[in-house]
């Protein structure tokens, strides 16, 4: 992207009231996980609830919050068996009002996990569809008949492993999963499904919620064909068995653009100001194709998802260059008028500090907040929680114990939140905790890190509230300036206002000549408003030295405290 493309595209997007998702910061909740409140051993709604003065200092604008309905628990919550209500094991209804009123009351807005492509086998829609062929609901599923030789239908693979069938002895035909059995999938072809789940999204709607995201919102149309998916010739043994097979019939099928439209006028049904309420859609999908998620028509009018996750710093080689071609790629890419948003962690995946270790985390940190954008946090990163190896017997993920060695269990970056040092299960519970806690819980803990001026919950705290009170930071353009041996560079904010940031990858020392910043008008000295390390504040002129895997970011320092450089 060029500099003036991308001078333009700041010009262009003035943040407006109801825009709020541009550049605010959401904080992912796993609900299990967070904070117990009735000694169970399990997190509650009651228990975010008395933990959202932290949320609120920590500096983020809002939390969803991933399932708390009622389940049988084969996915965790992602097998809902009633869309309006909450599991006993996380609450109530009256506690999920109260947590709302509370966190708007605080300034926090709330967004849930919508799982609209599957339900739990329990839930009486599919236990009406299975009960037999002729049944009303019978065509809320997939169901087929078996192949010749009586096996699956055609070569659907589950994510999860295995066949994406089902055989139901009762009535004779298979049902299509795209994860576990007990996850069958809806048929958002029938009219009926679609206004059942958007009058799911405007129970919540009424209660308050500031949007949804949406789970695997990419699968919900598969082939009406059900044509077999082709084989990926570049599958290797051993590898994900749901990669066996390129998903062309299974995943991002042009129809899933019309119920993104549809998702899109029940948000704006309670619209006040319009397009305050999110739509974030989970899709792992290649740059290119995550781009007609976003809803920007001609008009500069709101008709998609405003938040297509972009998880491809997940799987980003952690590496200047590649960072550097990341960002630019994912910037160029986006439509008129769309904003960018990234996160580096969710309960899928293994947390960053195991991924690219402790100190690179704080490197991730700054990066992530410090790109243009909304940015996405996992609960507990902010800690540098790692993952928690969890010994066979106390396996908990259903995903691993029904597919052993699957590779896919997620316990490990699901464990619980330490909060106090010393405490019974460090704060998290007063009973058992439901997934052993790391070894490290008390010097994680958020009380301890509170205390001491260079943790990383410091260093969040000080990005976000950085970020918050620099318009360079939270809506200025990206202007990428290049990469110096292992430093990634760039500048946000425009011809007014701008903050230059340095972040080194390297495990090595490594010094950055200012004058490579001539791109852009660089008014030395400037000054170190933020480092990752969070102890250096000094000017600097003709060249600074980062430490090893150490980030900075410059501006100007102003006698009322910090500023971008004009
Ligand atoms: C994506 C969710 O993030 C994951 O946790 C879940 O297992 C699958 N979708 C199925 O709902």
């Not at 869309?83 to 849930?112: H, M, N, Q, S």
């Not at 600074?544 to 006698?559: D, K, M, Q």
Request: proline fraction near 8%.
């Amino acid at each position: 992207m060029s500099l003036l493309s991308a001078e333009r595209r700041s010009a262009q997007e003035v943040v407006s009231p109801d825009a709020w998702w541009k550049s605010g910061v959401i904080y992912q909740i796993y609900p299990r996980s967070f904070q117990d409140s009735d000694g169970d051993g399990i997190g509650d709604l009651a228990g975010i609830r008395q933990r959202l003065g932290y949320l609120a200092a920590l500096g983020v604008d809002a939390v969803w919050i991933s399932p708390f309905y009622p389940s049988p628990m084969a996915d965790f919550g992602y097998d809902v068996a009633d869309y309006c209500d909450v599991d006993p094991r996380f609450g109530t209804l009256a506690d999920f009002d109260a947590l709302v009123a509370e966190a708007k009351a605080i300034g926090l807005r709330v967004i849930l996990d919508l799982v609209p492509n599957h339900t739990s086998d329990l839930h009486p829609w599919f236990v009406q569809s299975r009960s037999s062929k002729t049944n009303p609901k019978r065509d809320w599923y997939l169901w087929r008949d078996p192949a010749p030789d009586g096996g699956p239908p055609n070569n659907w693979l589950s994510n999860f492993g295995g066949p994406a069938w089902t055989f139901d002895a009762g009535s004779g035909q298979y049902y299509a999963h795209m994860f576990l059995k007990e996850q069958p999938d809806l048929n958002w072809r029938h009219p009926d499904v679609r206004a059942a789940m958007y009058d799911v999204m405007r129970f919540w709607l009424r209660r308050g919620v500031d949007g949804f995201r949406v789970d695997v919102i990419y699968h919900l149309i598969k082939d009406e064909g059900f044509r077999d998916n082709p084989i990926n010739p570049a599958f290797a043994p051993g590898g994900d068995p749901a990669h066996r097979l390129l998903p062309e019939y299974t995943a991002d099928r042009p129809e899933v653009q019309d119920i993104v439209l549809e998702m899109r006028r029940v948000l704006d049904e309670f619209g006040t100001p319009a397009s305050a309420r999110v739509l974030i859609g989970e899709l792992y999908l290649p740059v290119q194709r995550l781009m007609s998620y976003y809803g920007m028509d001609a008009a500069g009018v709101l008709r998609g998802a405003q938040l297509p996750f972009n998880f491809h710093l997940i799987g980003a080689e952690w590496q200047a260059e590649a960072i550097d071609r990341l960002v630019r790629e994912y910037e160029a890419a986006l439509p008129a008028g769309a904003s960018p948003n990234w996160v580096i962690g969710n309960h899928d995946k293994s947390r960053i500090a195991s991924r690219i270790g402790g100190g690179a985390a704080r490197l991730a940190a700054m990066l992530l907040l410090t790109l243009r954008g909304t940015p996405t946090l996992y609960y507990g990163d902010e800690l540098g929680m790692t993952d928690v190896p969890i010994p066979i017997a106390e396996v908990q993920d259903p995903l691993e114990r029904r597919v052993p060695g699957h590779g896919l269990g997620r316990d490990p970056q699901r464990t619980p939140m330490p909060w106090s040092t010393g405490a019974i299960a460090a704060g998290f519970t007063t009973g058992r905790p439901w997934l052993r806690m790391g070894d490290d819980a008390n010097e994680r803990a958020v009380d301890r890190q509170l205390a001491e001026p260079h943790s990383m919950l410091q260093l969040y705290r000080r990005l976000l509230a950085l970020r918050r009170s620099q318009p360079a930071l939270h809506e200025g353009s990206w202007v990428p300036l290049g990469v110096q041996g292992n430093v990634l560079l760039y500048a946000r904010g425009d011809g007014a206002q701008r903050m230059v940031v340095l972040l080194n990858f390297g495990a090595t020392s490594a010094s950055v000549d200012m004058g490579a910043l001539s791109r852009i008008p660089v008014p030395l000295p400037l000054q170190v408003l933020l480092s990752t390390g969070l102890d250096r504040d000094e000017s600097v002129a003709a060249t600074i030295t980062l430490r090893p895997e150490e980030g900075l970011i410059l501006g100007r320092r102003a006698s009322s405290g910090v500023a971008a450089f004009a």
